[in-house]
């Protein structure tokens, strides 16, 4: 029991350090200063644009996933588009802003009197894939822009969150949601440390 103790401990620390050195946050412009003593933040999630694996538009992934699953049985594909879109609110928006808010100390969410506006627009998604004997990790590239919510053309700075990953411990994550919910997730830890780390 002992040996599996460790074992499980080992692979842990492995999987976090694999996360952290698989993803790049880098300050594009401006200065994360001015969320210095900040208790909250409001958050805004944007997807206009984005690319899904090797299709140049989401459309076109939703599209063709949907008439796959649809012919292998009645009206399956359809419930899968309403999970790709329904999956924002219910899993990659809370697990972002629950990150985001344990590692930076600033609470993140639906908070239209904060003072700066913090809007996550998804350029790319790699869904992932798990069919049991193999397995591919979701991944997701951001674009952060800080702006004062009274004035959204005032930025206070630009951030890119590359590759952040989505994937579970045990590897069972057969779900695409699950699996881009934890990319979701990944991106917010690492975000709020470097917010914390950097605004001072």
């Given at each position: 029991?002992?040996?599996?103790?460790?074992?499980?401990l080992?692979?842990?620390?492995?999987i976090?350090?694999?996360?952290?050195?698989?993803?790049?946050?880098?300050?594009?412009?401006?200065?994360?200063?001015a969320?210095?003593?900040?208790?909250?933040?409001?958050?805004?999630f944007?997807y206009?644009g984005?690319?899904?694996?090797?299709?140049k538009?989401?459309?076109e992934y939703?599209?063709k996933?949907?008439?796959?699953?649809?012919k292998?049985?009645?009206?399956?594909?359809?419930?899968?588009?309403?999970?790709?879109?329904?999956d924002?609110?219910?899993?990659?928006?809370?697990?972002?802003?629950e990150?985001?808010?344990?590692?930076?100390?600033?609470a993140?969410?639906s908070?239209?009197?904060?003072k700066?506006?913090?809007?996550?627009?998804?350029?790319s998604t790699?869904p992932?894939?798990?069919?049991?004997?193999?397995?591919?990790?979701?991944?997701?590239?951001?674009?952060?822009?800080?702006?004062?919510?009274?004035?959204?053309?005032?930025?206070?700075?630009?951030?890119k969150?590359?590759?952040?990953?989505?994937?579970?411990?045990?590897?069972?994550d057969f779900?695409t949601?699950?699996?881009i919910?934890?990319?979701?997730?990944d991106?917010?830890?690492?975000?709020?440390?470097?917010?914390k780390?950097?605004?001072?």
């Amino acid at each position: 029991m002992k040996n599996f103790i460790s074992l499980s401990l080992v692979i842990a620390i492995t999987i976090s350090s694999l996360t952290a050195s698989a993803q790049r946050i880098k300050l594009e412009s401006g200065d994360i200063s001015a969320l210095a003593g900040e208790k909250e933040i409001n958050t805004e999630f944007v997807y206009d644009g984005m690319s899904v694996g090797k299709f140049k538009t989401e459309a076109e992934y939703v599209a063709k996933k949907t008439e796959e699953y649809n012919k292998k049985e009645s009206g399956r594909g359809d419930n899968w588009a309403k999970s790709w879109v329904a999956d924002r609110e219910s899993r990659f928006h809370p697990k972002f802003n629950e990150l985001f808010g344990r590692e930076s100390g600033i609470a993140s969410g639906s908070a239209p009197a904060a003072k700066y506006t913090m809007i996550v627009k998804t350029v790319s998604t790699e869904p992932g894939y798990n069919i049991g004997i193999t397995r591919g990790n979701a991944n997701i590239y951001l674009e952060v822009t800080i702006v004062e919510t009274a004035n959204r053309s005032k930025e206070v700075a630009r951030i890119k969150v590359d590759k952040a990953l989505g994937r579970t411990f045990g590897g069972f994550d057969f779900d695409t949601g699950l699996r881009i919910g934890e990319a979701y997730a990944d991106a917010g830890k690492a975000l709020g440390a470097y917010v914390k780390k950097n605004a001072k």
